[in-house]
């Protein structure tokens, strides 16, 4: 036959010419049938070989989903919309139903009702309660609100004083305790007098404390709670009635969550959670004391418009036609509260002899209102502004003398108020706005009226007469007058009273309120404030907001004086601890070093202890050559001199220092595991004897430890086994109840283990659930790898324009990071890419690269190492430079042997194999050498250890070695039996 690009004669049925190196003809992998490059199926079992644009014409790869010259898609695409949560709505009565049927269902603990803001959810609340009068339930009903959120305990405030039948203000605190204590004594006997004095000062604070007492303080009044809580619990069972729950205070959803883990808690109570927003319970709070099984979720569906025309005919005073009810239906799109103030609208207009207005919204409706309610009832509108400074739930009673107004007078702005449609009665204490969006309404359109400051200046002498539930009001009512040094001293003095009660949330944003007002005061009083305020604002964010703690700690930081050595120290701590958290691991290690600066060398311990510190970011940097040298020769030597005086030191306790160690020793597995070098199974087996000899039963340190084993495997090749790890785990230990970072590494393993299988089957999803679940975790490592991988998916799917978007983005992330693993990837994939559309020199040129770095004395990776040297001599078997193949080969070879990467070595032998079969092409006296020596390599291959559990590369040395069979037949060369 002819060699179509260079004319000359080659032989018969030739894969390869022999003179120009042109490809002739390919081998099936699925039949073992040649077939000429040109074929567009297979001619022994019809594969397709070539795909055709039938509107181009031109030749495309055969799983190719679009031409690569005209772009028309041969496969339409299927997108996978993001998975929302999709609520399940119901008529108003039928949630009704649903609502007591879940309240007497004993398996309920969580009960949502959602639905947007006036969509009737209290209305539903009501009914059932007024249903359920007589069986024996204790309803616990606190409305969040956006004062609760600035009020200590603001949920359990609000719910204490509706619980109490109180008012939100007290005239007078001494008083009410020498009333208070004898019914606390008598009704609530776990309280100690103690107890009960800061009960009550709780609800109507006015102790101070300072900031390093607040967790100390959380915990005390969570203890107080607690009691208060379980004495009602005691005499019968209760529902906890979460009202506005979107907007519950940080300290009481704590608290709630630590009621969720008593289990008399979840035998007598229930939790209903009211919110505007659709969600599910479990997505609004959780315990592992809770199965799906417990929650229940209802949503109240909008009105039909024959449900608005029913509504509007109970208005017996109010004559309208089917436009009315056409236009209610558009506007209000089936929220009966905006049908209400529709109607109320249309009685203004006809009381005052207007004609008709139009309006396209609530906020037009709310305004004309408010203009007519103005001309009408100047008190009442002022009353109602001055209610909506209170906010959306309020007790009016401390506005009983606002504007001077007599008694009579104020009985009547209320009851007008009522009957206009702006408020309604909750108690015979408190009311609150018709829905919370016309509160908001309201609130914006007073906020611009003329009166509005007036409003301000009378409130604000009423609320100074009083003591407050939250002075925070007071505060923003100063602001607003923009009085910013008393808006200071109210909010640092809200800031100590949360201290007190120990509400960090509030005390944090007391103290960004104060910073607000100093922002431009730079004397160096106001300069030491500011620091104060950045250093314990960053320390209370670090466990919450590590992001914002960055910042302000960094502030704090660039304040301090020379000769604050030991604040410096400090700071740098919860800085690395912040940066850790952000990904930020380059600044970890200088925040380290930074201290190691500032700490003599005789301080050995203390040294090491920092040191320490360094080894995660080194690792997540995946600098593991550094890592290995920096424990073996620095770090574990002086630890476990310290460990074996079995003492605690002035530096450390031994319990923190065996911790400490054991740390060390997990991130050490890990370094060693990415690296590819054996040792790691040695530093696993000593792990799980440190855990053995020391009795350790804790879950997630066990739970790590086989994770760590079940990497090691998989990095090894041996899937099987690291599968079998990783479904030992799932039946061992429960994942839900364990740490983010366990089940994002769980995650992590698996998809790796899917990827090193071929196991694509329903990968796509699973790995972007992964990757969500990463970034919800902060586990900012495994989310970008994984990322990097689905390139992987495209690339073997030969979608490489879709695979080189994803990793050029990725390679450019690693890069600013200088996270190495992440790099040594990307690069890998983009070399093999460019390997098939740009030509062996580019793909060269990176994969040296890139092996030197790889090399290098901080990373040292052998697992890399090995993939780079493989596909170098790759690289040089495509530029026919067989002599330079054979060399990177070898060393490939050389290296996964001695770290005893099984799976890099079966592929090394796979290529070398192929090397050998590329030499045996042309016609020589080698031939039957080269044919022998490839069978050898095969044979390597299969007695490999993992291979025999290992489908896909059984595939692969079968595939690879039919190739070779069918050149062997088609050229003559007989080969042994046992060499299939």
Not at 264 to 270: Q, S, T
Request: charged share 25%.
């Amino acid at each position: 036959m002819q060699c179509p690009r260079c004319k000359k004669e080659i032989e018969d049925n030739s894969l390869k010419c022999n003179f120009c190196g042109a490809k002739i003809a390919s081998v099936c992998k699925d039949c073992g049938t040649i077939n000429l490059i040109t074929s567009t199926e297979c001619s022994g079992c019809h594969k397709v070989l070539i795909k055709i644009c039938s509107e181009c014409g031109a030749a495309n790869l055969p799983d190719a989903k679009s031409c690569r010259k005209c772009g028309i898609e041969f496969v339409k695409p299927k997108f996978e919309p993001k998975p929302e949560y999709t609520a399940n709505k119901s008529s108003q009565q039928k949630v009704k139903t649903q609502l007591l049927e879940a309240i007497k269902n004993a398996e309920t603990s969580i009960i949502t009702i959602s639905g947007e803001s006036g969509i009737g959810k209290n209305l539903v609340l009501r009914y059932t309660i007024n249903e359920l009068k007589n069986a024996k339930l204790i309803w616990l009903l606190g409305t969040c609100t956006q004062v609760t959120q600035l009020s200590p305990f603001g949920y359990f405030q609000d719910l204490l004083l509706t619980f109490f039948n109180v008012n939100n203000f007290c005239p007078d605190t001494l008083q009410l305790k020498k009333n208070s204590l004898k019914f606390f004594k008598q009704d609530f006997p776990t309280l100690s007098n103690t107890e009960i004095l800061d009960l009550l000062n709780f609800l109507y604070p006015e102790n101070l404390d300072k900031y390093e007492n607040i967790y100390f303080n959380k915990a005390k009044m969570f203890t107080i709670m607690k009691k208060v809580i379980l004495t009602i619990v005691e005499k019968m069972k209760v529902v906890f009635i979460v009202d506005n729950f979107e907007n519950i205070d940080g300290m009481s959803f704590d608290f709630l969550k630590e009621l969720l883990q008593e289990d008399y808690i979840l035998e007598r109570c229930k939790f209903i959670l009211i919110s505007s927003i659709e969600r599910p319970g479990m997505g609004c709070i959780t315990s592992p004391k809770l199965a799906e099984e417990n929650y229940t979720d209802l949503t109240i569906a909008p009105f039909s418009k024959n449900q608005i025309e029913v509504l509007i005919n109970q208005y017996h005073d109010v004559s309208v036609g089917e436009d009315f009810v056409n236009l209610a239906h558009k506007i209000s799109a089936g929220n009966p509260s905006i049908v209400e103030q529709m109607i109320m609208l249309h009685k203004d207009v006809a009381r005052n002899g207007f004609k008709h207005i139009a309006y396209t919204s609530l906020d037009n409706i709310i305004d004309t209102r408010l203009t007519i309610l103005k001309s009408e009832d100047m008190a009442a509108f002022r009353m109602l502004a001055a209610m909506s400074v209170l906010g959306s739930k309020f007790y009016p009673a401390m506005l009983e003398h606002f504007d001077n107004n007599s008694p009579q007078e104020f009985e009547r702005i209320i009851e007008a108020l009522v009957q206009h449609g702006f408020i309604t009665q909750i108690n015979n204490l408190s009311f609150e706005f018709k829905s919370s969006n016309i509160w908001k309404s309201i609130v914006t359109i007073m906020k611009n009226d003329e009166c509005f400051e007036d409003v301000l200046n009378i409130l604000y002498e009423t609320l100074g007469i009083y003591k407050q539930s939250s002075i925070a009001l007071l505060g923003y009512i100063v602001q607003k007058l923009k009085n910013e040094n008393e808006a200071f001293e109210i909010w640092t003095l809200l800031m100590k009273q949360a201290a007190y009660i120990g509400d960090i949330g509030l005390y944090i944003i007391a103290q960004k309120q104060s910073l607000k007002l100093i922002e431009n005061k730079n004397s160096p009083h106001y300069l030491k404030i500011k620091k104060n305020i950045y250093t314990r604002v960053g320390k209370l964010l670090e466990p919450i907001d590590n992001k914002a703690a960055f910042e302000y700690i960094q502030n704090a930081v660039m304040m301090l004086d020379d000769n604050e050595e030991y604040e410096h120290i400090e700071l740098l701590g919860y800085l690395a601890s912040s940066s850790m958290k952000n990904g930020n691991y380059w600044g970890v290690i200088e925040c380290a070093d930074s201290v190691l600066n500032k700490i003599p060398d005789e301080m050995e311990l203390e040294q090491v202890l920092i040191k320490s510190r360094q080894v995660r970011p080194l690792l997540r940097l995946g600098n593991y050559g550094q890592v290995v040298n920096l424990v073996d020769t620095e770090i574990m030597p002086v630890i476990e001199k310290y460990l074996t005086k079995g003492k605690n030191t002035a530096v450390i306790s031994i319990t923190d220092l065996y911790e400490t160690w054991l740390e060390v020793y997990f991130d050490f597995a890990e370094a060693l595991s990415f690296q590819g070098d054996s040792r790691m199974f040695d530093v696993i087996k000593l792990i799980f004897d440190i855990l053995e000899k020391n009795q350790t039963s804790d879950p997630a340190l066990l739970c790590r430890a086989h994770l760590a084993l079940a990497l090691a495997n998989t990095i090894k090749g041996d899937t099987k086994t690291s599968v079998k790890i990783l479904d030992d785990i799932l039946k061992e230990y429960s994942l839900d109840s364990m740490d983010s970072f366990i089940v994002s590494r769980w995650n992590f393993i698996d998809i790796l283990n899917k990827f090193i299988t071929k196991d694509y089957n329903s990968l796509y999803t699973e790995l972007f659930n992964v990757v969500a679940y990463a970034n919800n975790a902060n586990d900012n490592f495994t989310k970008n790898i994984l990322k990097t991988l689905l390139a992987k998916m495209f690339k073997d799917k030969n979608e490489n324009k879709k695979a080189l978007e994803i990793l050029e983005e990725q390679v450019a992330y690693f890069a600013k990071e200088k996270i190495a693993t992440g790099v040594l990837l990307s690069w890998y994939l983009i070399a093999e890419i460019r390997l098939i559309t740009n030509g062996t020199q580019f793909a060269l040129d990176i994969a040296t690269k890139a092996l030197d770095i790889a090399q290098g004395p901080s990373i040292n990776n052998y697992y890399f190492i090995a993939l780079y040297n493989k596909l170098i001599g790759e690289i040089y078997m495509a530029k026919q430079d067989f002599e330079s193949a054979k060399v990177y080969i070898e060393k490939s070879i050389f290296i996964a042997k001695q770290f005893n990467l099984e799976a890099v070595l079966v592929k090394c032998y796979i290529l070398y194999a192929k090397l050998f079969q590329e030499l045996a092409l042309p016609k020589s006296t080698l031939r039957p050498n080269y044919i022998k020596q490839a069978l050898k390599m095969f044979q390597l291959a299969k007695n490999i250890s993992i291979v025999n559990d290992h489908a896909y590369l059984q595939k692969l040395i079968k595939d690879e070695l039919s190739i070779l069979t069918s050149f062997c037949k088609l050229n003559g060369i007989i080969l042994k039996k046992n060499a299939k």
